[in-house]
């Protein structure tokens, strides 16, 4: 049995390709591997941020992933099957480009290529610091009225974020919009900071957001 085994060793083997061949052929025609865009954006988780660091700017929130599957493993597929991250763990401060890691949790499908594939960032270390509040008013009243007195409630915040954009910071404002008013009570206004130009900075956080 051993030596016909041998003997004919190359027939078996071409049989088996042969076989697997026209397998796949039959797997793939039935069932063809498609790549393609997936429809939705990827949110990027951003992990491992260092203690006392802060990104500088805005980032990237969302990354296109073309995957590469069987017509039927793409029908089933969900955004919650695919997984966008950036690991930041052991980073100081400075600037980096760092990879987007993209995981897709439904098998066979693969990720084919990630869009954008890597980032450029910068880490600083974050400060803060409690500024008072200036009320501005937009618009008139209605005739005959006027604006006798607001007052913010609370009458500063907190603002965080990297200390070059903190360190920018001239005040704090809220915009409250009194046209046709007249009216009394309480009212809403989201606050911004500006800088000593009156430009926003945007790359911080205010707390609370709004008064």
Request: proline letters at 7%; a negative charge.
């Amino acid at each position: 049995m051993l030596r016909w085994v041998w003997e004919n060793l190359g027939s078996l083997v071409l049989a088996f390709v042969l076989s697997f061949t026209v397998w796949v052929v039959a797997v793939t025609t039935e069932d063809p591997l498609v790549e393609r865009t997936f429809s939705l954006p990827i949110p990027i988780q951003y992990l491992d941020l260092g203690e006392g660091l802060t990104i500088v700017g805005e980032t990237p929130r969302e990354v296109r992933v073309t995957l590469r599957a069987p017509e039927s493993a793409w029908q089933g597929l969900r955004t919650d099957d695919i997984v966008a991250r950036v690991e930041l763990g052991g980073l100081a401060a400075g600037s980096f480009e760092v990879p987007v890691v993209v995981e897709v949790s439904r098998r066979p499908a693969q990720v084919s290529a990630v869009e954008p594939a890597r980032l450029r960032l910068t880490l600083e270390p974050a400060s803060s610091v409690t500024l008072p509040i200036q009320v501005v008013q937009l618009g008139e009243t209605a005739v005959g009225t006027r604006v006798a007195s607001m007052r913010p409630t609370p009458d500063s915040a907190v603002v965080r974020g990297p200390s070059s954009s903190v360190a920018r910071i001239a005040g704090l404002r809220a915009e409250m919009d009194v046209t046709g008013w007249p009216q009394s009570g309480d009212d809403e206004a989201v606050l911004s900071a500006y800088d000593r130009e009156g430009r926003a900075v945007a790359d911080v956080e205010i707390t609370p957001a709004q008064i």
